[in-house]
């Protein structure tokens, strides 16, 4: 498996909103609906908070949503609150490994 | 309420080894897949190994494969990761998850131990 390739870091003000980006090749998200984000703050596990591209786990803040389009999905987070500020990975699975994004660092200024 | 608590992590010298557990409680610990995934300090995540439900289909990453073995024991909900020949890159948490759905082999992670650190250093 290649790559999935996110931007280091994104930064917004409390109240907007933003979009991390996670680009793969066509064989890592094989035309399925394999895309999850998950979300860590430091010294914490990670959380998942979105899976099957855009379906949220319970409890999760319907602030958080997702979507893919052709190789690239996108996680977008309305209403930027400062508890936020975490760093965000993507992921895929096939039949055999688990891949994760490089991860992205979200700063709320 | 679903728990995972990993232990076993510690200093290591390269070429030791180290068995990593996790005990699992609040679930039905044979229906559903248990992974392993590392994350180096200051870096990224890294998914390390995957166990069926049965314990019967393992995985793991090209990085660790033939050094690292995941099994369980269904009998005490615990999963254990066996890492043999560590190299210092291999110095992480490692952290052990949980599959989402029953019966999947892989599938999105739901629940996450707290992560033990190990560190492979002379």
């Known amino acids: 498996q290649s790559a999935l390739t996110q931007p280091a870091s994104v930064s917004g003000s409390p109240g907007q909103s933003i979009t991390i980006s996670c680009t793969g090749s066509s064989g890592d998200f094989g035309g399925y609906k394999y895309v999850s984000w998950y979300q860590q703050h430091p010294g914490k596990a990670p959380k998942l908070i979105i899976h099957d591209v855009s379906d949220r786990p319970s409890g999760v803040s319907n602030r958080f949503s997702g979507s893919k389009s052709g190789n690239t999905a996108s996680l977008t987070i309305s209403g930027l609150q400062t508890e936020d500020e975490a760093d965000y990975y993507c992921s895929t699975y096939t039949t055999s490994s688990t891949l994760f994004g490089g991860g992205t660092k979200l700063t709320v200024l | 309420e679903v728990q995972l608590v990993e232990s076993g992590g510690g200093l290591v010298q390269p070429g030791g080894s180290l068995r990593l557990s996790c005990s699992a409680s609040?679930?039905?610990?044979?229906?559903?897949?248990m992974s392993w995934v590392r994350q180096a300090p200051g870096k990224g995540l890294e998914w390390v190994s995957t166990?069926?439900?049965?314990?019967?289909?393992?995985y793991y990453a090209d990085s660790v494969k033939g050094r690292f073995t995941i099994s369980r024991d269904s009998s005490k909900n615990m999963v254990y990761l066996q890492m043999n020949s560590l190299r210092a890159e291999d110095t992480a948490v490692y952290y052990c998850?949980?599959?989402?759905?029953?019966?999947?082999?892989?599938?999105?992670?739901?629940?996450w131990g707290q992560g033990t650190l190990v560190t492979v250093s002379s």
């Open positions: 166990s069926s439900g049965s314990g019967g289909i393992t």
């Open positions: 998850a949980r599959a989402l759905r029953q019966w999947l082999v892989f599938d999105y992670f739901d629940y």
């Open positions: 609040g679930f039905t610990f044979t229906s559903y897949a």
